[in-house]
């Protein structure tokens, strides 16, 4: 602890009345007197007017520091003291790491500066961390200027304003030496590439320097006019320690940077103004990031108008087994069932919105390759749901492997191949067919917007589809149009119809059925199918219905539910929700 020497009150023995007056108005001012307010006799206390002399001024200030220095004694004492000024180092660079985002407003201005002001001992370690003066922002340069000088070798973290002009530039030529140091940074797109697609002078200085410490470099969205543009070659191409590259209006190509430890690659384009990339640049770009874990596009699509090889060259995989969540958006359904036939990537979350289509086989594509391999992330699928959008036009597909969830949303979009309750039927035998569907334990079936009945299903289209469910266990049907019998009465008589080869019934391991909203089945129907499968060695253990002629029932003794408990365990009125895959959000 920092001490001080006090300086000694001059001791004079026989001096004359007048030092021996000093004396005595010197013994009133020692701290021991003074630590009781009660003896208090102070010199001109009590007086209305007093010219104090100086020598009393003097001895006030070295009270004032003599209690200082035992107030920092007394922090001492306090078992908070017993942290080392490593740990609350740490401490304090955890409160400035969650204070604020880089792209809010208060970043760069020492909002975590509070703990400065609790004791001497803490903002001595305050000063002297050079980790918690690393955020600059072109928003407040006095204080960034302040960062450049306390932050020692630490690495440093900067966010360029999208407003910020000529009168920053004083600023940028200060950081520049420090650019070999520079760990993350936020720039604006209009900064990258202007109307003209020329980069500003404002940031070409910060992007033409080498960032050999560079892990995160961010072009933020600030307005939504212009076109997307091409990634230039930034720090020379060179950031061997780039592991998050996030772009907005702007989309990257091979050289602008350096990928071999790239860990997340985000790339945006605009509502009116989508990014186009072809496939085969994209695969080349993911050839490079060997470590790569998410990478996500919006507003983004891939077209295949260039070969992905030659003639003569064999079909060329890229592994990417770090790989775990993907998004694509906006793409031709056979352009990203080409592009997952191209990666390996065991352990990944998948989410796709795609543009349907009809292959020449008349079987419908949705963005998954007809051939999965083993190492396929659609494979192993243990739940499935088939959400139909009518008024969309679009199928939703949510569900989960044993591993991981998927979420795959196909829409028809332009194309002449018909309107959703035409070809649903069809469409799902297609989804059947197309996924890996031998160790599917629960399934959903739901139309979540409709306004038209689907015509596209029969017993025999439903047939084909659960024989590939052997091991089916759960049955949900989920519809708001209480009369259409596509997704009630066909699939529950398909069920219910044994083959004519075998004399099995589909889903022999089925277990449980519950279903909302449907008129086109009596419970006495309902008797005759449970009891049709328990004959068949087939029984439900649990039928749980939602009916509307048993709305005004108060009295369920009164129904016909007892009969129906002879041939099902467990019969209620109250089918659970059907929740849908869970992604965790990516906000950028």
Known sequence: MATAAIPQLPCVVGGGPAQEANHEESSRLTLAHLLHPERWDLPGRDEQCMSASEDIADKFEILDHSLTLLKRYRNSLRPVHRLSPDVLALIFLEVASEDCHPLSSEFGTFSWSFVAHICYRWRVIALGCAALWTQLSTRYPQAAMTCLERSGDAPLSL???????????????????????????????????????????????????????????????????????????????????????????????????????????????????????????VLEILAECPLLEILVTIKARFVADEPLEREDAPIRRIRLDSLRR?????????????????????????????????????????????????????????????????????????????????????????????????????LLLSIAKTLDLSLLEEFTIAETAHYHPHVGFSRDLWTQVLARMPLLRALHIRLQNITDSGFCRVVLSALGTADSVTGRLPCSQLETITLSEDRTWSSLQWYRFARARKEHGCPLRRLSLSLPHYENVEDMAETDLEELREVVENVDLDPPQTPQAEFQSLTW
Not at 351 to 366: A, I, K, Q, T, Y
Request: with cysteine; net charge neutral.
């Open 159 to 281: 966010v360029l304003h999208a407003r910020a002009g000529h009168e920053a530039m004083d600023l940028i030529d200060s950081i520049r030496p420090h650019m070999n140091r520079m760990r993350h940074l936020y720039v604006p797109w209009i900064h990258v590439s202007d109307e003209d697609g020329v980069m500003s002078p404002l940031l070409s200085p910060l992007l033409e320097a080498p960032a050999p410490q560079l892990e995160t470099f961010y072009v933020y969205r600030y307005r939504a006019d212009g076109t997307c543009f091409e990634l230039p070659i930034v720090f020379g191409g060179n950031t061997p320690r780039l592991r998050i590259l996030k772009l907005s209006y702007c989309y990257p190509r091979l050289g602008c940077a350096t990928f071999s430890n790239l860990r997340e690659l985000y790339f945006r384009g605009r509502k009116r103004n989508n990014i186009t990339l072809e496939l085969a640049s």
């Open 326 to 426: 993907l998004e694509v958006s906006r793409c031709s359904a056979s352009v990203v069932a080409t592009f997952l036939s191209r990666l390996i990537i065991p352990h990944c979350h998948l989410s796709m919105s795609v543009w349907l289509e009809r292959g020449s086989d008349f079987r419908f594509l949705f963005g998954v390759p007809d051939d999965l391999c083993a190492e396929h992330p659609l494979r192993d699928i243990r739940k499935l749901q088939v959400a139909f959008c009518s008024s969309s036009s679009g199928v939703v597909l949510d569900g989960s492997t044993s591993a991981h969830p998927f979420q795959i949303a196909a829409i028809i979009g332009q194309s002449a191949i018909g309107d959703m309750p035409t070809i649903s039927g069809p």
